[in-house]
């Protein structure tokens, strides 16, 4: 019984774990029960931006974010989609609303390359939260290892000059609907690189060497005219959506980024309130008292 149980503690001491949740006993709870299971690598957060840095700024990757879904100050399904964006296996839910979370979530991670292993209804669940992490050693160990990807892919300036001049860089729209009626209401534009040799390559592949050099700027605009020839189809069709861009916080040092969005998007014939700008933090940016209302 005891090889048995030391077996059982040994396939997880390698996992790496992040811990999303704002009560500080449930998180000492979930710590206690990694460690007893011979997790040692576990980080904290009590809030999602927390989380999303420690994702961005550590130099691996994580297997497990098992977070609280009722937080504050995001959108549960918001935060997966940004945390899945940081190469993170999978997520562990902790939620009393199972069958429509799941869903949605799901959804969400499994569109970033992610998957929800599932939902645990409070944090003294060990059992179920062993079971889940079982569950996820069997998905890694049947899924193409990671050195198999070209994560690590480190391209130089010409190779993503030469990409945008042969428009590789092309938009994925991720639709906001009105759960009353069904209907798209916005649509989230999602920067893709369609490389002709590697397929379709996430954001977190270009988008912060490219402020590094300099190109982030022809990337917006790249992605803002491709969404706005396909807005004013949609405008045309009669189907008037909302379009939402992220925008590196380098691009809005400029004082005359918003002239310029702005003078595109009437030059398609469309209404400068369809479209939001949302500031991506990929980038720390020095912005000067005032220029931004927070």
Known sequence: MKLMLQRSISVFTDLRVLILDDIAL?????????????????????????????????????DIVLCNMKMKGMDEGEFIYHAAQCNVGGFILMSVAKDELLCSATTIAHGCGSHVLGVLASANETGGLRQLLLCYLDTAAAAPSNEDKPWSQQWTRSELVSALNGNQFVPFFQPKIDLDTGVPTCVEILARWNHPDLGMLPPSQF???????????????????????????????GRDIGFAINVSPLTLQDARTPTRICSLVKACGLSPARITIEVTETASAKVSRGYLNR
Request: glycine fraction near 6%; include cysteine; aromatic fraction near 2%.
């Open 26 to 62: 449930q998180q000492e709870m979930l710590v206690d029960a990694l460690n007893a299971m011979g997790i040692s690598f576990v980080t904290q957060a009590a809030d999602c931006t927390s989380a999303l840095r420690v994702l961005r700024s550590t130099g691996h990757s994580f």
């Open 207 to 237: 988008v912060e060497l490219m402020e590094q050099e300099g190109l982030i700027d022809q990337l917006t605009g790249s992605l803002l005219l491709q969404s706005l020839a396909c807005a004013r189809e949609c405008a045309a069709s």
